[in-house]
């Protein structure tokens, strides 16, 4: 890179001293250009043929020594001799140049040669500083005149915001070196454009600049090799080019007041690290990390109605909570391979993008989604197809122990002899502010759980025990969006279950919600929501069904402090836990505060 730059540094010194040569013969012959004139040209091609093979090297020097003017040359025009351009021989035919004013003596172009062997070969003596080198350059200096006349005969730097140069103020040497990078390659840009160009004088004035701030440039290019340096080895040495690292903490203080107005305090933790990867820059690997001690609050409640919209409990363990794989099938259909806790809901399209989230959304379990979208789990693979921007599909099947082969009955039966779920959906979004699906599943449980995914009662989790259990599950989703700042989404759910072994009895399940959020309430970024619902209820059943009608209120308010802080306080209200009207009220808060990054 030295090398580089010196080299850029010698040729716009040497296309000055061309300059100045065939500006004073022109001067010196009234005739047209003789033998003499055209032997002068001649020596002057090696040049032409530099400028041609440095100018790219040139436009890197001049913007990389522009961006490094700390205060007073705050922002430069940076422009440059366009490549393949020969300036030499796009001067005007006779020689001449608009100026009539006369040349001061300067040094060859031949002198440059023994100026790049000065930098070669450095006597130890040359290495002390000139006194004047020492100091910042002044108003009064004749350098610091001679600069701001170019400035604004030129107009090379832009100067400050307003427009201003303030060429009033002192500025270092190096500030000084900068800008007269600057102002050269302006004057040398007006060479190919045929413009007005630039007058004998100034050409003489900067050959002459160059030369007393010669260590300056130097020590300029220097420091930007040093910085390319650094950045070379930092990329050289990053974790990836393609992994982005996501992360979400939640902090939670949360309370349960229940029968006899029990109360029970606490306060938990949950942190997601997602590891996103891309290949082509359309598909997305992604390895979630998840440590946390939030509980399952069903065993202090009594219900899975309880359950927080955000519990992990690791035992403060960090583990591999999901592993999938998402990549474009083709213009229209999407895939997702899913090794590790794949879940519906984050596969498909659920109908409530305001609250559907467990960070930012609704603080139950409940009130995030349909109970549908949590069928399945463990590995699987999901379709998304769209046939227009307004119609589309969804098709996935899921082992919730696919990776268990053990074929005995209390194994996981591997992915296709054991549990499973399997989704079919199709949505219908005419527009950004309407949505509506219809949704399937039909699913498989050796042990007869997680019917309703964990929310509503125990019976509707578990109606016939923990035998095996089939069942279909049919749902209706949809979400208006009256207004940026109000939306509507609902669901209604049933499923069918039929037991499997030990009896054949049957029983319906039904669930289902209304929620209204209002985002950007009183700040950007913040949100008010209410939702009232039911959670799943069995309604029929030939073995037990539920005594009452329990429903879920819920009202949350998130306040996002700055971009990446959001707290919410929340409450949910369980009127008749486990629909049975001979429990007291539960009451669940929680103040749930999210940093994301």
């Not at 061309?18 to 022109?26: E, K």
């Not at 032997?39 to 090696?46: L, M, N, T």
């Not at 009896?503 to 929501?529: C, H, M, Q, T, V």
């Not at 069904?545 to 209120?553: C, G, I, K, V």
Request: net charge negative.
């Amino acid at each position: 890179m030295p090398k580089i730059f010196r080299a850029a540094f010698l040729y716009k010194s040497a296309v000055l001293g061309a300059i100045l040569v065939v500006t004073n013969s022109a001067l010196a012959v009234e005739a047209p250009a003789g033998e003499k004139d055209a032997e002068k040209i001649a020596a002057a091609d090696p040049i032409a043929s530099s400028v041609e093979n440095n100018d790219r090297q040139t436009q890197q020097t001049g913007e990389l020594l522009a961006v490094n003017a700390p205060d007073q040359l705050l922002s430069v025009k940076a422009t440059s001799v366009p490549a393949g351009r020969n300036l030499l021989a796009e001067l005007p035919s006779d020689g001449t140049l608009p100026s009539e004013t006369s040349v001061p003596a300067e040094p060859s172009v031949s002198s440059l040669d023994g100026m790049g062997q000065a930098n070669e070969e450095v006597d130890p003596m040359a290495q002390l500083s000139d006194v004047n080198q020492l100091s910042d350059v002044q108003p009064t200096d004749w350098a610091y005149e001679a600069l701001r006349n170019l400035v604004e005969r030129y107009n090379c730097i832009a100067g400050y915001p307003d427009g201003t140069f303030r060429g009033n103020r002192a500025m270092t040497r190096y500030e000084f070196a900068a800008g007269l990078n600057a102002c050269l390659d302006a004057i040398l840009a007006l060479i190919p454009e045929g413009g007005d160009f630039a007058t004998q004088e100034d050409l003489a004035i900067l050959r002459r600049l160059l030369d007393e701030f010669q260590a300056e440039l130097a020590t300029l290019r220097g420091r930007v090799d040093a910085l390319e340096a650094r950045t070379s080895e930092l990329e050289a040495n990053q974790f990836s080019t393609t992994t982005k690292l996501r992360g979400e903490v939640i902090f939670a203080g949360s309370d349960i007041i229940g029968e006899g107005g029990s109360s029970v305090p606490h306060f938990t933790h949950r942190t997601r690290l997602n590891l996103d990867t891309s290949f082509t820059g359309k598909d997305l690997l992604r390895a979630r990390l998840q440590v946390g001690n939030t509980e399952d609050l069903t065993a202090f409640g009594g219900t899975p109605m309880d359950r927080l919209a955000f519990e992990a409990n690791t035992e403060n363990q960090l583990q591999i909570h999901k592993l999938f794989y998402r990549f474009p099938l083709t213009s229209r259909a999407t895939v997702i391979v899913d090794a590790n806790q794949g879940e519906y809901n984050e596969n498909v399209f659920v109908f409530n993008p305001a609250l559907e989230s467990s960070g930012r959304g609704s603080v139950s379990r409940f009130g995030r989604f349909n109970p549908i979208y949590r069928q399945g789990g463990g590995q699987g693979l999901t379709l998304n197809y769209d046939f227009s921007k307004a119609l589309g599909v969804s098709l996935s099947y899921h082992a919730p122990n696919g990776n268990d082969p053990d074929p005995a009955p209390g194994g996981g039966g591997g992915f296709f002899s054991g549990s499973y779920a399997a989704l079919g959906q199709v949505t219908f979004r005419p527009s950004n502010r309407f949505a509506l699906g219809l949704t399937y599943v039909n699913s498989y449980s050796r042990n007869g759980s997680n019917l309703s995914g964990g929310t509503g009662s125990s019976l509707a989790n578990r109606p016939f025990g923990t035998v095996p259990t089939s069942a279909n599950h049919y749902g209706v989703e949809a979400s208006v969006s009256l207004s940026p700042r109000f939306i509507i989404s609902g669901w209604g759910g049933l499923t069918d279950a039929q037991q499997e072994s030990g009896g054949d009895a049957d029983a319906k399940i039904i669930n289902w919600a209304l929620s209204l959020a209002f985002p950007d309430l009183g700040k950007e970024g913040n949100l008010a929501a209410f939702i009232i619902g039911m959670p799943p209820k069995v309604t029929e059943s030939d073995a037990t069904e539920d005594r009452n009608t329990y429903l879920h209120l819920e009202a949350l308010y998130r306040y996002q402090v700055t971009d990446n802080i959001a707290i919410t306080p929340g409450l949910f209200v369980i009127l008749d836990p486990e629909h049975n009207d001979s429990n007291e009220t539960d009451f669940v808060g929680t103040v749930r505060t999210t940093f994301t990054f």
